[in-house]
């Protein structure tokens, strides 16, 4: 029984046609869909129907998010280990909650975060060829990640949430940072090897701190943040590197306020590895 990866995110956003647009021209997602209230959005690399979906709401944030399974009895798995733990399960049907999206289970965190699992998205293919493909696409507009990559997410008790994605859905602990106190105050966790899939750090319960995409290597963090720039878009923080995960990374928000980061670097976790702990005291 596996969780492979990041499947989708759905963020809210106040205006449709606006954040469309960024999604489309800055980032360079390609759409797959929509209806009145949502747009659907892929990267070039990933082969499924959507990993970003943006509804329509009077504010922004994040609404769910969801984590793809290997096979379709995963589903059943997870759904009885987390019913056996008091945990209300939804379950929805292939195509149900949205054209193309599978069937899923969705569930919350204690943190309130909406999370699902899902299966049997539908396959649209990236934008290369099976025979003999280039690279990269020829054409391909703004800054163009591959594929989505982890979450980062606000919850006021980071140690109920952490314990709650290892012990039901078998969540790897890779980083952590802990207090004077003996409270977590943010941490790492992930379920495909890399430094991490999913992040809490100490805030307000369902609360969204950024969302990242996959870039291939520094080069691309320089572009992407010429993209920003060309395009008049706020820069947070420039090109460095994290001390947490050893990864790379350029942060900027979207034009209805929710944060994004063009990610890359990081390590290779060994399952039996040891998770890495920072003390962080009081000044």
Not at 72 to 86: I, K, N, S, T, V
Not at 91 to 110: N, Q, S
Request: glycine share 8%; proline share 6%; net charge negative.
């Amino acid at each position: 029984m596996t969780i492979l990866r990041l499947s989708h995110v759905e963020l809210r956003v106040p205006d449709l046609e606006l954040a469309t647009a960024y999604y489309s021209e800055v980032v360079g997602m390609v759409e797959t869909g929509r209806d009145a209230q949502r747009v659907f959005l892929k990267c070039w690399d990933e082969h499924q129907h959507h990993s970003v979906v943006l509804t329509l709401e009077p504010t922004h944030g994040l609404n769910h998010f969801g984590f793809k399974v290997t096979d379709a009895e995963d589903l059943d798995h997870y759904q009885q280990r987390l019913e056996a733990a008091g945990v209300a399960v939804q379950r929805y049907a292939a195509d149900e909650w949205a054209p193309g999206h599978g069937t899923a289970i969705r569930f919350r965190l204690p943190s309130g975060h909406e999370m699902e699992l899902v299966y049997g998205m539908q396959q649209v293919g990236n934008l290369l060829p099976q025979t003999n493909p280039p690279p990269r696409p020829m054409g391909l507009v703004g800054i163009a990640p591959p594929r989505v990559d982890h979450l980062f997410l606000t919850a006021e008790e980071v140690d109920t949430n952490t314990r709650f994605l290892v012990e039901h859905l078998d969540f790897r602990l890779t980083e952590q940072v802990m207090g004077d106190d003996g409270y977590q105050i943010a941490s790492w966790l992930e379920v495909s090897h890399r430094s991490h899939d999913i992040a809490f750090i100490t805030g307000p319960n369902q609360g969204l701190h950024h969302f990242a995409f996959w870039v291939d290597g520094w080069n691309d963090l320089r572009s992407a943040a010429d993209v920003c720039v060309y395009h008049g878009v706020h820069i947070e923080t420039n090109p460095t590197r994290h001390g947490v995960t050893r990864g790379q990374c350029l942060y900027f928000f979207d034009p209805v306020g929710n944060r994004n980061e063009m990610f890359t670097g990081g390590y290779w976790v060994d399952p039996g590895a040891e998770p890495i702990t920072a003390a962080l005291s009081p000044r």
